[in-house]
């Protein structure tokens, strides 16, 4: 049966550390995340696998920036110290230096109207990339590694995340 809720679709801006982004390319912000998990096998064989163990959730948020604020940018792809070209010592923690990102629709009848990631940094293991050529438009490619937050009702801390409690990647504000 096809579905008849229609199509959705929608516009947001953008602010990362409280500065906002400025124009994104064609695309927006593209969430991806992918778990992992442990196999449980418990046949008369030991070979097939009846079960999976929950391991955990990475989740990056991929997008282009054009036309775009250089003030965020400059800090979104130097995140780890104040002066850009200069980076701390081995060791630092990435958590610690992620800031939010915050996603406000563009329309006040799409969902989610608001979609907060409490902790993103620019992802280990990715280049960023600058074009200095000027014989085109100066983009910036970014992919942002979303950490999650310790989960605490109500939602008003942004605490490491500790042994026996359930994590907090994001939250959202929905149409009601």
Request: glycine share 10%.
């Amino acid at each position: 049966m096809p579905l008849t809720t229609g199509i959705t679709s929608g516009a947001y801006t953008a602010t990362w550390n409280a500065l906002a982004i400025g124009e994104l390319q064609l695309g927006g912000i593209r969430e991806r995340y992918q778990y992992s998990s442990r196999p449980i096998f418990f046949d008369s064989v030991g070979s097939t696998p009846v079960d999976h163990l929950f391991g955990g959730v990475v989740m990056f948020l991929d997008f282009v920036c054009m036309n775009y604020n250089a003030a965020a940018i400059q800090t979104m792809r130097w995140p780890w110290h104040a002066t850009r070209g200069m980076a701390p010592v081995s060791g630092g923690s990435l958590w610690e230096m992620a800031k939010p990102l915050i996603l406000i629709s563009c329309r006040n009848d799409i969902n989610p109207l608001t979609k907060t990631y409490y902790k993103t940094i620019l992802a280990p293991g990715q280049d960023v990339e600058l074009d200095f050529t000027g014989s085109k438009e100066r983009t910036v490619p970014i992919r942002l590694m979303v950490f999650p937050r310790k989960y605490v009702s109500g939602g008003a801390t942004t605490e490491l995340p500790t042994g026996c409690t359930d994590l907090d990647y994001y939250s959202e504000t929905l149409v009601a």
